[in-house]
């Protein structure tokens, strides 16, 4: 039997009416035993089965020899044995029909060949049997409603988090158990929590894809360090905006870009972890920095609903000191928040009632804002009844400290509510813990932090985006295979990018000076001359280059120049002829090009071009294939886009061009991406708006060398 569909069976894992505990021991601190302990604690109903050759009895429970001597099936079996016991005891719950098991046991592919070895045992028997296994080296899982414990964190040592709807899915146990320990500090209900540890079967996409089936989750958090499985995860990410469920993710261990030396431009500006940010991009996954920032966004999502989120980026923000504000609209800025002026209206109506005040945005009412709730609330309508507003970011520090502050916050907060049901309002507070609960309930979503506040309305407003997404392209089915010339020098790889809707300008190779003078004569001058060869896809480095050839003697002489520099400087080099094509001058350089990721498979690259670009790093990433709609956004996205759209007086760029020419390029290396590991164009020349854009050189890997 093959792995089974995503999502499948994990309700024997989250959702057991019974529980065998296979190693299970008298000593509650160990993991054979605080399983047992925290299942009697907590008042799981279900049935609990220890497990223990060796003993009759476990922690007051009967014990069992094995888990055949159990009477009856109980849906999920937890293993905490050496890691050499673990596949026999997996094969005998498979054959007791048992659905489920959680594999705590460490030792299997974390510690190399022997240990993965081990490790295909337990894969190949989920496969053949069905049963879905949690695991190994895992935390394990939890289900609060349920009180189901299959896992020894010890956040669980002194108390249950309490129930709510937010789901913790985790690849790394201690990453996931510490924001379990940091959602109950803060009073933050979670429905399920899950760590999938080596995933030899369950893996953080079969996760994901159950809690957006689950009726008891509203919002999920993921800790990412890895994929195995790309078109899983993608999946996964879709069922859930399908299903109107955010997700937040934490993805840990980011890489360098371009960490190994390529043969272009593009292996060094796709780096492994800005496709990670491209995926969750497209699938509307809010990507954050921190386990605090993970809860900070999730937590507000809850509170809001997924109706109630931000309908723009467009942000007001309210403070009591002119310091304050400032810090707040730099962290604003800086989590790509627009602060648009208030209108003449709403400033003429907050100086009414304070006349001292700064209407603008940051708008610094002064702490008579606080003084008396009419205030107050005279100040926040008007605010919030400015069409410049989707959200307000107000920042109340720690005035809730005080009784006569938090009198007036709340007394204003809570009329503010009333007539304004449907208002986005996050405040920025540190306070005690009972008004951060009173404002929550109020539906107010509450972040400690100026920083940290700023951030989690951005995650807000992206999710809110995300909503809007279109599905993502169907895939391209895989092409012809390429004739050979494609891959051998610039040329070819010209002729099959052309053909595939890059453009490219019309071009010649010669074998002669005469033949060379010609065709610069039939094409027009000026022009430029390269070498063509398979053996030098850095062609200046060796002087294969000339530019702006104005007649038939320079283009004759340059010819042979070329030949001469090259044998001289690579007398080995394969030499096919020399390339004349005509010699375009102005417009922006732009580097684009595509990449086969090692996880998610051809990815498309672009941004400004130039002997910096990979200094610069201002570059898009998509997974391939995009459309021109995706491809429009890509350019929009750069910093450098206000050059492209005519910044200071500059023509506009045509940026119509650029999107049909990235859009082609992801189609055509989508197709062949078991045959292209790369593809360098640089530079896509972008001419002014209505004038196009043109490949001006090019570069295809082959796959073998790439990979």
Not at 121 to 126: C, N
Not at 554 to 581: F, N
Not at 593 to 620: C, S, T
Not at 648 to 656: E, I, Q, T, V, W
């Amino acid at each position: 039997m093959s792995k089974a569909p995503i999502g499948a069976g994990l309700e024997a894992i989250l959702q057991p009416k019974g529980i065998a505990i296979i190693g299970a021991s008298q000593d509650e601190t160990k993991i054979g035993g605080r399983p047992v302990q925290l299942l009697r604690r907590f008042g799981y109903e279900g049935g609990i089965y220890p497990v223990n050759p060796r003993a009759t009895e476990v922690q007051g429970l009967p014990a069992y020899a094995s888990v055949d001597a159990i009477s009856g099936t109980p849906d999920l079996a937890i293993i905490a044995v050496a890691a050499e016991a673990a596949p026999g005891a997996l094969e005998a719950c498979a054959a007791k029909g048992i659905r489920g098991a959680v594999i705590f046991s460490s030792g299997f592919s974390e510690m190399g060949e022997a240990g993965e070895a081990l490790q295909q045992k337990l894969r190949d028997t989920a496969h053949r049997t069905g049963i879905r296994v949690l695991g190994p080296n895992c935390l394990g899982a939890l289900s609060i409603e349920e009180k189901s414990i299959a896992t020894f964190s010890i956040v669980l040592e002194s108390s249950m988090p309490p129930a709510g709807p937010l789901g913790i899915i985790s690849q790394s146990g201690n990453l996931g158990s510490y924001t379990m320990l940091l959602a109950r500090e803060r009073g933050i209900g979670i429905s399920r929590f899950m760590t999938t540890g080596n995933e030899c079967d369950v893996d953080i996409a079969d996760g994901i894809a159950w809690l957006a089936r689950d009726p008891s989750t509203k919002v999920i958090l993921c800790c990412i360090e890895t994929c195995r499985d790309a078109p899983r995860l993608i999946a996964a990410f879709e069922e859930a905006r399908r299903a109107g469920k955010p997700v937040i993710a934490l993805k840990i261990g980011a890489s360098e870009a371009g960490q190994a030396a390529a043969a272009s431009h593009t292996g060094a500006l796709a780096g492994s972890d800005a496709v990670f940010d491209a995926v969750f991009q497209r699938a509307g996954v809010w990507r954050v920095d921190s386990v605090e920032a993970l809860l900070d966004v999730g937590h507000a999502a809850r509170v809001l609903g997924v109706e109630g989120l931000p309908s723009g980026k467009r942000v007001m923000l309210l403070t009591a000191s002119g310091g304050f504000g400032v810090l707040l609209a730099d962290a604003a800025s800086a989590a790509g928040l627009e602060l648009p002026m208030p209108s003449e209206e709403t400033q003429k109506r907050i100086l009414e009632v304070v006349p001292y005040a700064s209407p603008r945005n940051p708008i610094d009412a002064t702490a008579q804002m606080s003084s008396r709730p009419e205030i107050l609330e005279k100040i926040l309508a008007a605010i919030l009844e400015d069409d410049n507003c989707d959200a307000l970011l107000v920042l109340l520090s720690a005035s809730l400290y005080l009784p006569r502050l938090r009198s007036v916050y709340m007394q204003t907060l809570t009329s503010i509510r009333q007539r304004f049901p449907d208002k986005v309002v996050m405040l920025c507070v540190h306070g005690p813990q009972d008004a951060v609960e009173e404002l929550t309930a109020l539906r107010y979503a509450v972040v400690d932090g100026v920083g940290p506040s700023a951030k989690a309305l951005a995650g807000l407003c992206g999710l809110a985006a995300a909503r809007h997404l279109p599905p993502p392209p169907a895939p391209v089915a895989p092409a012809a295979p390429l004739p050979a010339e494609a891959l051998k020098n610039e040329y070819g790889a010209k002729q099959v990018l052309a053909a595939a809707g890059v453009p490219v300008l019309p071009e010649k190779v010669v074998g002669s000076a005469r033949e060379a003078a010609e065709a610069a004569a039939a094409m027009g001058f000026p022009v430029v001359l390269k070498i063509v060869s398979e053996d030098l896809p850095h062609k200046t480095e060796v002087g294969g280059v000339v530019l702006n050839l104005a007649d038939a003697a320079s283009v004759a002489e340059a010819h042979d120049a070329i030949l001469a520099r090259v044998r001289e400087k690579a007398p080995k080099a394969r030499i096919d002829g020399i390339l004349v094509t005509p010699m375009l001058k102005g417009g922006i350089e732009m580097i684009l090009g595509a990449k086969r990721d090692p996880v998610f498979g051809p990815v498309v690259v672009v941004g400004l071009g130039g002997i910096f670009a990979e200094i610069i790093q201002d570059v898009a990433v998509r997974p391939a294939p995009v459309d021109e709609a995706e491809a429009m956004a890509m350019l929009r996205s750069l910093k450098a886009f206000p050059v492209l759209d005519g910044a200071r007086g500059r023509a506009k760029a045509d940026l119509k061009a650029a999107a049909g020419a990235i859009a082609a390029l992801s189609r055509f290396a989508a197709g062949h991406a078991d045959e292209v590991a790369e593809i360098d164009i640089n530079p896509l020349l972008l001419l002014p708006e209505g004038q196009g854009a043109m490949a001006l050189d090019a570069l295809l890997v082959p796959a073998k060398t790439g990979a």
